[in-house]
């Protein structure tokens, strides 16, 4: 090739690795690469902060099963983008992030935004370098790209120096032939079948068996065997939050509205990509019965057993593979509850039949005239409005949800019927990624949809007004790219909770705050650390960027925003005014811990 830039380099190995897609913020010196990838047909989407930018990127990888790609500037744009990097670490979601740093001439002169971030992100990545040359590019890119894709995947990082990116190649210089540096997906391993005979006999044996589907199946593209599994022995499962959809919530065997129950009395418990965190309590009483026989199948052996110091059985393997050998191996052999003793079919039906009658007088309550609509209100009118324009089992909304209430509540009222379709705070909770979510999801399932002739999925986000502030700005990213999703701020003018049912009671709390009037015995005077400003109107934001923006109370102002903000080709921001929740307690409801919740 003739003499080529740092910048085309890093651009080509990009391409010829096969990256469609680069999430960022440009900089001095990192434009020259997004100019560069845009030239060769590289889809650059251009964030307003590297955390959201970083989010996106991770979860890309989660939904499309190759790594995405982050690019950033050094110093304090690898600060903001280490948001992503924890969680894509915390969620194994696999990132490539390149950013760039200082000239190699002038480290440690206190050189422009320079940072060493090599040694800064080595602990919190598979796989860190700095590039020394241009002809050391190519592999660098190449071994971070398949680093954080192989085995359990997570984030890696490539550091780039101004000179380098800037610098021009000797004469003669080649890259690598596309077919040569092209990285095949992972390989998958079967489980050992000497263990995979053990799980048979402890599944065959149980009285209260349970199967839990985490969203390491959904990445593991495990759907078909694990519903060939289901189906073949008819064990009532439990998706995790991000593992819903790769068994339909629909299924008669999902027991996720008997979730507590069913952790609490099942007897042998198969986990498919699930890890015994803070999600599923840990694998330990109370929450899971103490005599419990935990079969662990994961990608990661350091994982199995980690936790559950009871675990019977841990199996490492690929998670389709491992569940295609038990639907095998357990070909002859169907869980009949009938058969046993334990009671547990019954006391899941009447576990389920009371929870699911409670969350269905709460949906249906109307509601009272002058009175705020309730969560439950508001998400029901939600659902059946989007059911009524998108069947369910067409599959064709992903939803993006983040937020304490908003997320906690919404999670059992959407169901899912297809995996990856749900995505939310994830293993690290983390607030702040919905935006950048949504952008991914766009990219992920819409990128050249048209042209290929399928239905474009409708991205649909539910964001607490806390969590939407986060990365509120990115709703100019998805106006400039005319990413048409539906996004609904649930608004209580506070995180948790609101302070007040009027603004003129809000505003006498803010003059007392302002004042510096707040000693009290009973904490209600002034703003509180979780309070908002009183009912804030972000759907002007939308507006402002040439979307469309409402600003609901009622039950027909929410069914219409629905109807009209499906059908909108740009972005649309509803802005729904729930009940503040005044008084009501600040509860974890993954926390073992039984002391008393603070109110405030």
Known sequence: MAEATGAQIIARSLRDLGVTAIFGIVGIPVVEIAEEAINLGIRFVAFRNEQACSYAASVYGYMTGRPGVCLVVGGPGVLHAMAGIGNASANNFPLLVLAGSAETTVVTKG??????????????????????????????????????????????????????????????????????????????????????????????????????????????????????????????????????????????????????????????VLVLGARLNWILHFGEPPKWSPSAKIIQVDICAEEIGRNASSAELGILGDIERVADQL???????????????????????????????????????????????????????????????????????????????????????????????????????????????IVAAHEAYNAGVANAGSTPKKIVALEGDS????????????????????????????????????????????????????????GKKGLRSTSLLYETRYEMMSTMCGGKGYFVRTEEELEKATREGFHSDTVTLV??????????????????AKEAKPRL
Not at 576 to 583: A, L, Q, R, S
């Open 327 to 437: 639907a095998t191996s357990l070909a002859n052999w169907r869980y009949d509850p009938s058969g046993t003793e334990s009671g547990f079919a019954t006391q899941l039906a009447e576990s389920a039949k009371k929870n699911e009658a409670k969350a269905l007088k709460a949906a249906l309550t109307p509601t009272p005239p002058n009175a705020p609509l309730t969560y439950q209100r508001a998400y029901h009118i939600i659902k059946s409005t989007l059911n009524t324009l998108s069947p369910l089992e067409d599959g064709n909304i992903v939803y993006v949800s983040e937020g304490a209430n908003t997320m906690d509540i919404s999670r059992s009222i959407f169901p899912l019927h297809h995996p990856r379709q749900r995505l939310d705070a994830g293993t690290y909770a983390t607030m702040g990624v919905g935006m950048g979510y």
């Open 467 to 522: 969590a939407f502030g986060f990365s509120a700005m990115e709703i100019e990213t998805l106006a400039r790219y005319r990413i048409p999703a539906l996004i609904y701020v649930i608004n209580n003018s506070g995180i948790y909770h609101g302070d007040t049912t009027t603004e003129d009671a809000w505003k006498g709390l803010q003059s007392q705050t302002l004042a510096n009037d707040t000693k009290s015995a009973d």
């Open 111 to 268: 050189a422009f935004q320079e940072m060493d971030a090599v040694s800064l992100l080595t602990p919190h990545t598979k796989f860190a370098v700095r590039t020394s040359s241009l002809d050391f590019i190519p592999g660098a890119i190449k071994n971070a790209y398949r680093t954080c894709w192989y085995g359990r995947a997570g984030p890696t990082f490539v550091d780039l120096p101004a000179d380098i990116i800037q610098g021009k190649s000797a004469p003669g210089f080649r890259l690598p032939a596309p077919e040569n540096i092209l990285i095949p997906s992972p390989p998958k391993a079967s489980g050992d079948p000497a263990l995979i005979f053990k799980a048979v006999q402890l599944l065959r044996s149980a009285r209260a068996p349970l199967l839990i589907i985490g969203k390491g199946a959904a990445y593991a593209r495990a759907e078909a065997s694990i519903n060939r599994l289901v189906e073949q022995t008819q064990i009532p499962f439990l998706p995790t939050p991000m593992g819903k959809g790769v068994v339909s919530d629909s299924h008669p065997l999902n027991v996720s509205s008997a979730r507590s129950t069913a952790l609490k009395h099942a007897d042998v």
């Open 575 to 592: 802005n729904v005014v729930v009940e503040p929740g005044i008084g009501k307690s600040i509860g974890f409801a993954w926390q073992n």
